[in-house]
């Protein structure tokens, strides 16, 4: 497997080789021929001031070969670092500032030299002028101008040459100066690239490792040291950490859910092995074996509702997980009238009244009719199943700031403030009621609040002095 951060670390590494490459060209170039421009310009300038001068010098003294002329000219080539040389139109050499390599009366300058500053009027380029520099000197950088224009006509000409040694150890010099700082630079990017590198895998690597933990079942790890990043890094630890807890929460309710169905499958299915047995050993006697047949059949209804009543939460999270569901407008006043009728034969067994306090008028909502009338459903049956003989159901509707309030209330025992919070979750049966509530599976109220949540409304119960209620909302059409 090829690693993230080698490769992370090779492309930043590329990058500022190649970068430094070209940097490196492109200064190389532009600094030699700076300083090769800065020369020429320098040696014209002072090629055209010895022009003038010896102009001047010819015009007031008629003679530019005598020792003053000399002495001054190879002052000025001193101070300027070049040669000097003086010759007339025809090429030949009247002065020259070196007479240690060369200076004679035959000495000429080539033709193409005097050709292109009659035509042009100057001359700059390399040159040993001819056989005039010996190998000792070498080729030459040479500006030539002319001197004593009279009419067009020039006298002669002044040539300034300097040795290419000085202008190319200059920029050998300024490419050693900017060789070296750019490997320091380099090294300085390629530890920062390395310590970059590493600061940016470092959690991708911690976030793997809490990864393989949770596949070996270990849902407490967490990504800690990043809470004070600001960056995608940061978002991507918390995000990590936030499903962490999810999983967490999710492995406690799935080991929640099988303790909890365990627990209700293993009564009935005790219940009706243990009687089963006994009717087939003879240890129930012939005269209550119908009473003990009539209990496994009870039995085996309630493992029937609860089989039942599982599938329907499960088709309930199926579909909280993939869509909302669709809603429509329905009259609610209906649909609890048709709930109450069809709990007319468990209201009149508990001997109970309904009083009911809803408008005459249809009241609409939005909502699915089903759903909705599931809730109810589910709501009026565990009332009237919790409720004292005799007592009266109350169904209430109140309108409020656009929501229908629908309240389901009895009179029986009081739930405990403890429990409250937690009547809605899966399985759960108020202590209070596990010995008569033989038939039930713990899963009415959680199926009401799912129902609810996908609806996008809220439920809420109170229990007071006997009196509990539990109310609901559907936002009106």
Do not use: C
């Amino acid at each position: 497997m090829k690693s993230l951060y080698k490769r992370q670390l090779t492309m930043m590494l590329g990058v500022v080789l190649v970068s430094f490459i070209l940097l490196s060209a492109a200064y190389m170039m532009l600094s030699y021929y700076y300083i090769i421009s800065e020369k020429r310009d320098s040696m014209e300038a002072n090629a055209k001031y010895f022009a003038t001068f010896t102009e001047y010098y010819q015009v007031r003294d008629g003679d530019i070969q005598n020792e003053y002329y000399r002495q001054f000219m190879a002052v000025l080539a001193r101070i300027s670092d070049s040669f000097i040389i003086v010759a007339d139109m025809a090429g030949d050499v009247i002065y020259a500032s070196d007479g240690v390599y060369f200076y004679s009366e035959d000495q000429v300058i080539p033709e193409g030299i005097m050709q292109q500053v009659k035509e042009v009027g100057f001359f700059n380029g390399m040159t040993n002028l001819g056989t005039m520099y010996p190998e000792i000197v070498g080729m030459r950088y040479m500006v030539a101008v002319p001197y004593g224009v009279d009419m067009n006509v020039p006298k002669g000409i002044v040539m300034v040459s300097a040795d290419t040694s000085s202008v190319s150890e200059m920029w050998r010099s300024t490419a050693t100066i900017f060789f070296f700082t750019a490997v320091v630079v380099l090294m300085i990017a390629v530890i920062v690239s390395l310590l970059t590198s590493a600061y940016q895998i470092r959690p991708l690597n911690e976030m793997a490792e809490a990864a393989n933990k949770f596949g070996r079942g270990d849902f407490e790890v967490r990504l800690t040291g990043y809470e004070n990043r600001e960056d995608e890094i940061g978002e991507l630890a918390e995000a990590f950490n936030f499903m962490a807890s999810s999983l967490s929460k999710v492995e406690a309710n799935r080991s929640e859910f099988i303790a909890n169905i365990s627990h209700e499958l293993k009564t009935p299915m005790t219940t009706i092995s243990g009687f089963a047995e006994g009717i087939l050993d003879g240890t129930i006697p012939p005269e209550r074996q119908n009473e003990f047949l009539q209990v496994i059949v009870l039995e085996t209804r309630r493992l029937s509702r609860l089989v039942r009543r599982m599938l329907d939460l499960s088709r309930l999270n199926a579909l909280a997980e993939t869509a909302v569901t669709a809603q429509e407008q329905f009259d609610l006043t209906e649909v609890i009238s048709r709930v109450i009728i069809s709990l007319e034969g468990k209201i009149n067994d508990r001997e109970l009244d309904v009083e009911t306090r809803m408008p005459e008028d249809p009241l609409m909502v939005w909502g699915d009719p089903d759903a909705v009338t599931q809730v109810i459903y589910n709501l009026m049956d565990n009332a009237a199943k919790f409720a004292a003989k005799g007592t009266t159901l109350t169904v209430q509707i109140t309108k409020k700031d656009g929501k229908a309030y629908t309240t389901v209330g009895n009179l029986g025992a009081t739930i405990p403030a403890e429990e409250l919070p937690i009547l809605f979750d899966r399985f759960h049966k108020a202590d209070y009621s596990r010995s008569s509530d033989r038939e039930g599976v713990g899963l009415g109220l959680y199926i009401v609040k799912t129902l609810l949540g996908n609806l996008k409304e809220s439920i809420s119960v109170t229990s007071e002095d006997g009196v509990t209620q539990f109310t609901f909302t559907l936002t009106l059409a």
